[in-house]
């Protein structure tokens, strides 16, 4: 840190940002968009170099570096202004980096999806606004979009009864390890969510229905253990349900899983996770089937501004496989207000309520995402 609390690449009017796993699934479409953005310097972290070297290849602002986000440290944070840890999964995580960017005084972005991963944050408030920085995880599809697109479609509303998000990747749609593990970690797990106006357990990957998405078609969803199934009631307090769900496009697959996951709910076996591996490996097998169209849904219904019965349904369309750029839109708004001296936040949050929808609808438009919503 220089002189005045301010680092010196912020100093000199160009943040240095580290991407820490921007050769994954996501990391690598957040390092695509983040290498076209003007006005800031990158740094692309990971433990594999050599791919990581092929992207910063010919570019003045990227640079690449081995790291190991386990064993990260207050020195290899040293000039960098923000780091965003996008490796996960998040479900078995442990703090390394937030405790490296908390002693290096640098902001900390990550993309985590992992409920108590999120639920911990926190615990780091107090050190985070000490080195006057913010602590901002859940940058990613849930919360932070889930909970721009419900702001926005109940704003001036008298009261939330319901609200339902989905997330439908296209089969075709990239996947890596670190998603697989994700879903394995809970599947047939007990899952904690609100309904019926009241916490309950429901059998994770269970409560499996067929959903009808505009413009998409059916899908097949499944409850999920995710960070929105306490933001969404802690946030907005509805009256009868908050309920996150997904959903995979073949229903081999999506059936399939929620077959595997009965000898995990009888207490046969304890978890699904140690076969990510051969399960990726089968799902890669079903690649050329399907389609690239993914879409996210969100409803909610209650009451609207003068006390009338209102609903509203947002839906995102992706097609092209582009849906897996939509989990890194948030961290690429929050690199935009860092560089733009819009960055308010200091202290440990989950990243719900920090951004607008209009802080999406430029990168929609560019990636030529089409969005609806109906009342």
């Given at each position: 840190m220089a002189a005045g609390g301010f680092p010196r690449s912020m100093m000199?009017?160009?943040p240095h940002i580290m991407i820490i796993g921007a050769s994954g699934v996501f990391g690598s479409r957040l390092t695509e968009l983040l290498t076209e953005e003007q006005g800031i310097s990158l740094t692309l972290a990971g433990r594999r170099l050599a791919p990581l070297e092929r992207i910063a290849s010919g570019r003045s602002n990227v640079k690449a570096r081995s790291l190991d986000r386990d064993i990260v440290t207050a020195r290899d944070l040293d000039g960098v202004d923000m780091v965003i840890d996008a490796a996960g999964p998040f479900q078995r995580s442990h703090s390394q980096?937030?405790?490296?960017?908390?002693?290096?005084?640098?902001?900390?972005?990550?993309?985590?999806?992992?409920?108590?991963f999120v639920a911990n944050i926190s615990r780091f408030d107090?050190?985070?606004?000490?080195?006057?920085?913010?602590?901002?995880t859940g940058a990613s599809s849930i919360p932070a979009l889930s909970h721009a697109v419900i702001d926005h479609l109940t704003s001036g509303w008298q009261q939330i009864d319901n609200i339902r998000v989905g997330i439908f990747p296209g089969n075709r749609a990239p996947r890596g390890r670190a998603v697989v593990e994700a879903i394995l970690?809970?599947?047939?797990?007990?899952?904690?969510?609100?309904?019926?106006?009241?916490w309950?357990?429901?059998?994770?990957?269970?409560?499996?229905?067929?959903?009808?998405?505009?413009t998409v078609g059916k899908r097949w969803a499944s409850i999920c253990d995710t960070p929105d199934q306490d933001l969404l009631v802690e946030r907005y307090h509805p009256k009868n349900s908050a309920e996150f769900f997904a959903g995979l496009e073949l229903s081999v697959l999506h059936l399939g899983l929620l077959a595997l996951s009965l000898p995990v709910r009888w207490g046969l076996i304890p978890t699904l996770q140690p076969a990510a591996g051969i399960m990726l490996w089968l799902a890669q097998r079903f690649l050329p089937f399907?389609?690239?169209?993914?879409?996210?849904?969100?409803?909610v219904d209650g009451l609207g501004a003068k006390g009338e019965a209102a609903a509203a349904r947002w839906t995102l369309q992706a097609d092209a496989n582009r849906g897996p750029y939509t989990p890194t839109l948030a961290a690429l708004a929050m690199v935009r207000r860092l560089r733009d001296d819009v960055y308010p936040w200091r202290g440990s949050m989950a990243c719900a309520g920090l951004l607008n929808l209009a802080d999406f609808d430029k990168d929609f438009d560019a990636l030529g995402m089409q969005r609806q919503i109906s009342h």
């Amino acid at each position: 840190m220089a002189a005045g609390g301010f680092p010196r690449s912020m100093m000199a009017g160009k943040p240095h940002i580290m991407i820490i796993g921007a050769s994954g699934v996501f990391g690598s479409r957040l390092t695509e968009l983040l290498t076209e953005e003007q006005g800031i310097s990158l740094t692309l972290a990971g433990r594999r170099l050599a791919p990581l070297e092929r992207i910063a290849s010919g570019r003045s602002n990227v640079k690449a570096r081995s790291l190991d986000r386990d064993i990260v440290t207050a020195r290899d944070l040293d000039g960098v202004d923000m780091v965003i840890d996008a490796a996960g999964p998040f479900q078995r995580s442990h703090s390394q980096v937030i405790e490296a960017a908390i002693a290096a005084k640098c902001q900390y972005i990550d993309l985590a999806d992992g409920r108590k991963f999120v639920a911990n944050i926190s615990r780091f408030d107090q050190a985070a606004k000490e080195a006057d920085i913010a602590v901002v995880t859940g940058a990613s599809s849930i919360p932070a979009l889930s909970h721009a697109v419900i702001d926005h479609l109940t704003s001036g509303w008298q009261q939330i009864d319901n609200i339902r998000v989905g997330i439908f990747p296209g089969n075709r749609a990239p996947r890596g390890r670190a998603v697989v593990e994700a879903i394995l970690s809970y599947t047939g797990k007990p899952v904690r969510v609100f309904r019926g106006g009241q916490w309950q357990e429901q059998p994770g990957w269970g409560m499996t229905h067929r959903t009808d998405l505009p413009t998409v078609g059916k899908r097949w969803a499944s409850i999920c253990d995710t960070p929105d199934q306490d933001l969404l009631v802690e946030r907005y307090h509805p009256k009868n349900s908050a309920e996150f769900f997904a959903g995979l496009e073949l229903s081999v697959l999506h059936l399939g899983l929620l077959a595997l996951s009965l000898p995990v709910r009888w207490g046969l076996i304890p978890t699904l996770q140690p076969a990510a591996g051969i399960m990726l490996w089968l799902a890669q097998r079903f690649l050329p089937f399907g389609s690239d169209k993914g879409a996210m849904d969100v409803y909610v219904d209650g009451l609207g501004a003068k006390g009338e019965a209102a609903a509203a349904r947002w839906t995102l369309q992706a097609d092209a496989n582009r849906g897996p750029y939509t989990p890194t839109l948030a961290a690429l708004a929050m690199v935009r207000r860092l560089r733009d001296d819009v960055y308010p936040w200091r202290g440990s949050m989950a990243c719900a309520g920090l951004l607008n929808l209009a802080d999406f609808d430029k990168d929609f438009d560019a990636l030529g995402m089409q969005r609806q919503i109906s009342h």
